[in-house]
């Protein structure tokens, strides 16, 4: 079987196609194509701008997904889509879309929560057995093990999500918004030598960030204003740029690993998996990879392909949905911006 899925919750444009084999084999990703709204530094992206950046890129990479793939419409089971949760304009535009080509191909549509699509394709690209499932992007943050049918949320931003914090400061310190905002944030940590001093907010299996971004933009600003004088107390360098993007990240990853260890702990699983845009930062799994060893278990993540909002994922999540029966029909193919991962019954496994 083979599905088409359409990803647009944020400012990612995704388009992949993925094969099901009726052997049970791996599934097999026909094209993954991704196009990415990028805004000025110093801005963020606004869900009016996204919402047309998609509606002018998606039948493009629609073509260009089936030329990639080799396939013909005839051969495509099902279209799916982002239902939620994501940003709503840009959510509605990938709707609209996906509708269409329902209707012109006469295809079944399959709505998708955006945060189970993750879980899914992480779990067939590293095929991790049973893990907690640490979920970081910039719009949630969910530590989640699976349990009846269910991705049952253990803890969770209780305000802004991690990858919205880390974008937020990125706007504080105007870097680039290409490739992604959280990305060039990691690559100036890495060269950052001095630890800084920040709030630590663990609340039982919850977290929060909004605290820590208000504190990190009050030290920028105290460093805009005087870029030489503020000096290591101990070592006596210069505070940089970079040690405020290295301590940004040392702290909020701390708090994530420390909640991610308690949910492991808890339902005695060994194996943790990483999944979403955050996802893909190296020190992020670095620290979690030294978490599980002490607990004799192992950490399984993807790269930026899957990591970051990608069509594939959609259309993986899809089509399992798809072979248990599951349709969405075109009276309620809606899209919402607040979907929580643990609403979707998850029929395909045990």
């Known amino acids: 079987m083979i599905a088409i899925g359409l990803e647009g919750s944020a400012n990612k444009l995704g388009v992949g196609i993925i094969l099901h084999s009726a052997k049970g084999d791996p599934a097999q990703v ?203 107390d101990e070592t006596g360098e210069v505070i940089t740029r970079e040690d405020l993007c290295f301590s940004l990240q040392e702290t909020v990853f701390a708090m994530l690993v420390e909640n991610t260890e308690r949910a492991m702990a808890h339902v005695g699983s060994s194996q943790v998996l990483i999944v979403g845009g955050v996802g893909s930062n190296e020190r992020l799994q670095e620290m979690m990879g030294m978490m599980a060893k002490d607990r004799g278990g192992s950490v399984f993540a993807t790269d930026e392909r899957f990591c970051i909002d990608n069509g594939i994922m959609i259309a993986h999540a899809g089509l399992l949905a798809f072979r248990t029966g599951f349709t969405t029909p075109l009276d309620e193919s809606t899209c919402t911006q607040r979907f929580r991962t643990d609403e979707v019954f998850v029929k395909w496994r045990n």
């Open 30 to 232: 026909l094209s993954n194509i991704r196009h990415t709204f990028v805004s000025p530094p110093g801005t963020g992206f606004l869900p009016k701008d996204t919402a047309r950046h998609h509606r002018s890129w998606v039948v493009r990479l629609v073509r260009q997904a089936l030329i990639e793939a080799d396939i013909t419409i005839d051969e495509v089971d099902c279209i799916c889509y982002t239902k939620g949760p994501g940003m709503g304009a840009p959510l509605q535009s990938v709707a609209i879309a996906a509708r269409m080509l329902s209707l012109l191909w006469g295809k079944e549509l399959v709505g998708v929560n955006h945060c189970v699509g993750h879980i899914e394709m992480g779990r067939e690209i590293t095929l991790a057995q049973n893990p907690v499932v640490l979920y970081v992007s910039g719009g949630n943050t969910q530590v989640i093990a699976y349990a009846s049918q269910r991705y049952r949320i253990f803890g969770e931003a209780l305000d802004i999500a991690v990858g919205n914090c880390l974008d937020r400061f990125a706007r504080t310190l105007k870097i680039s918004n290409d490739p992604a905002p959280g990305y060039n944030i990691e690559q100036m940590a890495k060269k950052g030598r001095h630890l800084l001093d920040l709030p630590y907010a663990v609340k039982g299996m919850d977290c929060s960030f909004s605290g820590i971004l208000a504190s990190i933009d009050m030290l920028a600003e105290k460093l805009e204003q005087d870029p030489t004088g503020w000096k290591d």
